[in-house]
C-alpha cells in the first residue's frame, strides 16, 4: 500500500526538505506505483478527459507490459488502467500542446506537422473525444503551435507563428471553432510558449520570449484583452 506523509513546521524551526515553508502542512501524494504505459520519446504535453489522459510529444510508440503500440507523437490511456485505448490518429511531426474544449467533447493538437493520417493538416488539428475522429477545423498555420486556449467564442494559438490562412500574424492569432481567422492580433516580437484565459474570460495571458506587446515592454509575460 502507498504511504501517506505530514510535515508540521513550527514557527522560527529550521526548514525540514521537501516541507512547505510557513509552517504549513502538507499530504504527500501515494508513493504507491501504478501501471502505467511508457513512451520511446519526450511527452510535451497531457490533456485529461473522461478517464483518458491524452499524450502528445516527440515518440513513435507506446508500451505497455511487454506489448508496443504505435503511436506517431499522439496517443491515448486509460486513467485507470494505464493501457493504450484504441486511439491513433498518426501524425506526422512533432506535437508541442495540447487543450480542450469547455465540454471535453474536442481536443485540440498543436505542434510541427503537416498530416493526420491521410489528412492535410498545418501544424493543428481537432478530435472528437467520444468516437476519436479527425474533425474538419484546419486552419492554415504557418509556424509551429506550441500553446493554445479554448474559449466559447474561439480557439487561441501560440508560437512561432507567422500567418495564419495566408494573413500576417506575430506569434499569436485567434481562429473559430470551423478554423476562420479572426480579427485578434497582438504584436509581439518573439515567441509565445504559454496562453492562459483569465477566469471572468476578459483577458489573456501570454508568456514566451518577447520583449514586448503591442510596443509596450514586456519581457517574456504580458496579458491583452480578448
Known amino acids: 500500500a502507498g504511504v501517506g506523509l505530514t510535515f508540521a513546521v513550527p ?3 529550521a526548514p525540514v526538505a521537501g516541507a512547505p515553508a510557513g509552517g504549513a ?7 504507491s506505483t501504478l501501471a502505467m504505459a511508457t513512451a ?3 511527452v510535451n504535453a497531457l490533456a485529461y478527459a473522461g478517464g483518458v489522459v491524452y499524450a502528445g510529444g516527440t515518440f513513435s510508440r507506446l508500451t ?3 506489448t508496443r503500440y504505435f503511436r506517431p507523437h499522439l496517443g491515448a490511456v486509460s486513467s485507470a488502467t494505464g493501457a493504450p485505448t484504441s486511439f491513433r490518429p498518426g501524425i506526422n511531426g512533432v506535437v508541442r500542446s495540447l487543450a480542450l474544449s469547455r ?6 493538437v498543436g505542434g510541427k506537422f503537416t498530416k493526420v493520417g491521410q489528412a492535410y493538416r498545418s501544424n493543428v488539428a481537432a478530435f472528437s473525444t467520444s468516437t476519436g475522429a479527425l474533425l474538419s477545423f484546419a486552419p492554415k498555420v504557418a509556424g509551429i503551435v506550441v500553446a493554445i486556449a479554448v474559449t466559447s467564442s474561439g480557439i487561441y494559438l501560440g508560437g512561432t507563428i507567422a500567418k495564419v490562412n495566408g494573413r500576417r500574424r506575430t506569434d499569436a492569432a485567434e481562429v473559430t471553432h470551423g478554423g476562420a481567422l479572426l480579427p485578434w492580433a497582438p504584436r ?3 515567441y509565445v510558449r504559454a496562453l492562459l484565459v483569465s477566469p471572468d474570460r476578459t483577458r489573456i495571458f ?6 514586448h506587446v503591442n510596443r509596450a515592454a514586456r519581457e ?7
Open 206 to 211: 501570454l508568456g514566451g520570449g518577447f520583449h
Open 11 to 13: 514557527a522560527g524551526a
Open 188 to 190: 509581439l516580437d518573439g
Open 103 to 108: 465540454d471535453n467533447a474536442v481536443l485540440y
Open 220 to 226: 517574456a509575460l504580458g496579458s491583452v484583452n480578448l
Open 40 to 42: 520511446n520519446g519526450r
Open 25 to 31: 502542512a502538507v499530504r504527500l501524494v501515494s508513493t
Open 64 to 66: 505497455f507490459g511487454r
